[in-house]
């Protein structure tokens, strides 16, 4: 086809020639596209603000021999009150940035995801919205339909039930949590490990959770199925402590599974 319609939420942008821009967009249609916006740099032209990053837009594209082109864009949602609020904003720009690391996984969920995303920044809009626990179940919600996410209720080396007496500590290569009974002594790690270059778990890189931590990630794991986020919850001191320390374990996770850090957590842990 020639022509086609979708309906995307940008993630980002480039500049290409003297005027224009490349959009990278997660459509409801396609999971992740790219798109030139012809003129998009010009303040006076039409598409200056559709071309923003986390604005929705219904879009007609030409297709083209080595990037589409987009004819004709109707904007749907801007989030205008993400943008009076830094840390909101920069939570919104690591989603797109998430989103934008992991579509290649997302494209057969990709109306499903889209939904998702589009719910997401509309709930982080609201000041009742709690924006650091959006962002774990959103990360939890992504980890789930990748297939990636982490194993909280068995150690992963004894496969015995975690729980809040015998959680011990997170280990990222690993995929999950382990017991105490096994970080303490050591065992070896199953065979299928060592191909991975470890021969026992102390040489592995952990961190040590507390038992309000771990309940903070399993929490956010369980609901993730759901498709779901419900950040509008009140949290006490030492479960903000205890989110705020979660965030970090999901991080190092993700950039593990990334293969790289993601540039926008620098900025937010800077706000934070």
């Known amino acids: 086809m020639k022509t086609y319609l979708v309906t995307a939420i940008n993630l980002s942008n480039y500049a290409i020639g003297e005027s ?6 997660f459509s409801k249609e396609h999971g992740l596209l790219k798109a030139v ?9 039409k ?16 297709k083209g021999k080595t990037l589409d082109t987009i004819s004709q864009a109707e904007s749907i949602e801007t989030f205008p009150k993400l943008r009076t609020d830094l840390k909101r904003l920069t939570t919104g720009f690591y989603l797109a940035e998430l989103t934008q690391a992991f579509a290649e996984g997302l494209e057969s969920e990709c109306d499903e995801y889209f939904e998702f995303l589009n719910k997401a920044l509309k709930l ?12 774990l179940q959103v990360e939890m919600c992504l980890l789930n339909i990748l297939g990636l996410k982490p194993e909280l209720t068995v150690c992963v080396n004894c496969r015995q039930l975690i729980t809040e007496y015998s959680i011990e500590a997170f280990l990222s290569q690993l995929g999950g949590v382990g017991c105490k009974s096994c ?13 991975e ?15 309000m931590v771990w309940k903070t990630l399993v929490m956010a794991l369980t609901n993730s199925d759901k498709l779901d986020p419900n950040p509008r919850i009140i949290l006490s001191e030492a479960q903000q402590k205890a989110l705020a320390f979660a965030v970090k374990i999901s991080k190092r996770y993700l950039e593990d599974r990334a293969g790289k850090p993601f540039k926008t957590l620098s900025l937010l842990d800077s706000i934070t």
Do not use: H, W
């Open 47 to 62: 598409m200056a603000g559709k071309s923003e990053a986390l604005c929705v837009n219904k879009l007609l594209i030409n």
């Open 197 to 211: 270059g470890f021969e026992n778990i102390a040489q592995m890189k952990r961190v040590y959770l507390s038992p």
């Open 20 to 25: 224009d821009k490349v959009l990278v967009m």
């Open 183 to 195: 970080m303490q002594s050591a065992q070896s790690l199953p065979k299928i490990r060592e191909a």
């Open 37 to 45: 916006a012809k003129g998009a740099r010009s303040t006076k032209a």
């Open 124 to 135: 982080l809009e609201d000041k009742d919205t709690d924006a650091t626990l959006l962002r």
